[in-house]
């Protein structure tokens, strides 16, 4: 073999090292590990078809809400959909969209009055310390630069901001 730099001496011992198993072994070791994967998967699903099977226990005692949280959607086994012609598809939970209007109006009913002066005061002082920040680093030429980059900032933006973080 060639003389390799001696950065690349330990990876030629481990090839010298795999030029000395033979094919057998390489073989009988690859069945063994598919044994392994089938067994830990059989178990897997006896252990899931368990937990499903005491789930419908505890369910049989549980009240629904009056509205449904879920849609159910029957599918296959293999999880494909429903099949008309096999009997038996499995009805899986499934969430419903959300309705972007409503958790808006959530969202703003759990805020109000959270955003008071002072608040507006503390990100005020906050993004002056960022944009300093940011100035004395290079990231910006000037302090006004970020707001003209508003709403389309870097994409480096969210590493800016956690080396500021880090250097608090």
């Known amino acids: 073999m060639s003389s390799l730099p001696d950065k690349y001496i330990g990876a030629r011992q481990c090839f010298e090292n795999a030029l000395g198993i033979s ?15 089938d067994s830990a998967v059989e178990i897997d699903e006896q252990l899931a078809h368990e937990d499903l099977d005491s789930l419908e226990t505890d369910m049989e005692h549980f009240d629904p809400p009056i509205t449904p949280r879920f849609q ?11 099949d008309p012609s096999e009997g038996g598809a499995l009805t899986i ?4 969209k959300s309705d972007h209007e409503t958790m808006f109006s959530a969202l703003k009913a759990a ?3 959270v955003v008071g002066n ?5 990100y005020i002082r906050l993004w002056i310390l960022f944009t300093t920040f940011c100035l004395a680093q290079g990231f910006i030429q000037n302090e006004h630069e970020l707001e003209k980059m508003q ?3 870097p994409s480096e933006l969210p590493t800016w901001i956690a080396l500021w973080i880090m250097n608090k």
């Open 72 to 82: 159910k959607l029957s599918v296959d086994a293999e999880g494909l959909g429903d």
């Open 23 to 37: 094919r057998d072994a390489i073989e009988d070791d690859q069945e063994e590990e598919v044994e392994s994967y």
């Open 93 to 96: 939970p499934m969430k419903r």
């Open 111 to 113: 805020s109000k009055n």
């Open 118 to 122: 002072s608040t507006l005061q503390l």
């Open 151 to 153: 709403p389309n900032f």
